[in-house]
């Protein structure tokens, strides 16, 4: 077991952790998204669509890849680096470090979901905490993997999970995720998600008219995706539209720009020299607004 000099030094060691979390906060630069608050796996859930889950077994995993919690009501205890806020958890925080720092291996696994590259803590927060104090990079973790409908990225602030929400509910409409997997990424950089709905609809009509029948919608969403999306997208990349557009243009305004051009000139190429001719003629001017 510990002595009671372990003991001593893991609470003064808590009183440090707790004081880095502190003037953490304090640094924080006001307007810039870092958030401090541990996320919540509920909150991303919610917007990426949870779908479904399977056990992965124990495994040792990246302390940096631990970003988050289960349980909303961590987020008093723990900062978004495990650092400990509240004193209340001083004594229970310091028993465990002073255990985990006299090297006795039987700790028990951590319980995680994991989300694409991250994990989420279910049981074992103080863990996780005491681990990165002790500068581990790893710890031995019980892992459930979770599928979701959107992929997640990075940000995780709340426009990070609307934009998250907004392509979950564009893949729901459109099931092109299902007919055309890569889609599923190529596409998630992308917004205005209802102008890019109303396209493969207007796609739907041509086709089906082209067909003379009733095209399913996910048959046009992957005609939409092979015909149109692809190959106006390797022009734009090939030919740096969107560099060549006013600051702040995004994938999606050179997308939704070479495909107006397309309509008037009715083919992609002409469509994008012309589109081109047009920026360099008045390259301070924004053409297509967001």
Not at 14 to 31: E, Y
Not at 62 to 89: C, E, H, N, W, Y
Request: charged share 30%.
């Amino acid at each position: 077991m510990y002595s009671d000099l372990n003991l001593l030094e893991a609470r003064e060691q808590f009183d440090t952790a707790r004081r880095r979390a502190f003037w953490r906060a304090v640094a924080r630069v006001p307007g810039r998204y870092q958030t401090l608050r541990l996320p919540d796996l509920n909150r991303v859930l919610s917007a990426a669509r949870f779908e479904t889950q399977a056990s992965r077994g124990v495994q040792e995993i990246r302390l940096d890849k631990v970003v988050g919690t289960v349980s909303v009501a961590k987020q008093i205890d723990f900062d978004s680096a495990f650092l400990p806020l509240a004193r209340r958890q001083r004594e229970r925080w310091a028993r465990l470090y002073a255990f985990m720092s006299a090297g006795y291996e039987d700790v028990p696994p951590i319980e995680v979901f994991q989300l694409e590259d991250n994990y989420y803590v279910i049981d074992g927060h103080h863990r996780v905490s005491i681990a990165r104090e002790l500068g581990r990079d790893r710890i031995e973790a019980k892992v459930t993997e979770i599928k979701t409908r959107a992929p997640i990225g990075l940000d995780l602030s709340r426009s990070g999970l609307q934009h998250v929400a907004d392509y979950a509910l564009f893949l729901e409409r459109t099931g092109i995720d299902r007919v055309r997997p890569q889609a599923r990424v190529a596409l998630v950089g992308f917004s205005r998600y209802d102008e890019l709905h109303a396209h493969i609809v207007g796609h739907k009509y041509f086709v089906s008219l082209e067909q003379q029948r009733d095209v399913p919608f996910d048959v046009a969403a992957a005609s939409w995706y092979d015909n149109v999306f692809v190959p106006v997208n390797h022009l734009v990349r090939k030919h740096g539209i969107v560099a060549r557009m006013r600051r702040k243009s995004s994938a999606v305004d050179a997308y939704v720009a070479v495909t107006k051009s397309w309509l008037e000139r009715g083919d992609p190429h002409s469509a994008v020299h012309s589109l081109l001719e047009r920026l360099r003629a008045r390259p301070r001017r924004r053409l297509f607004a967001a």
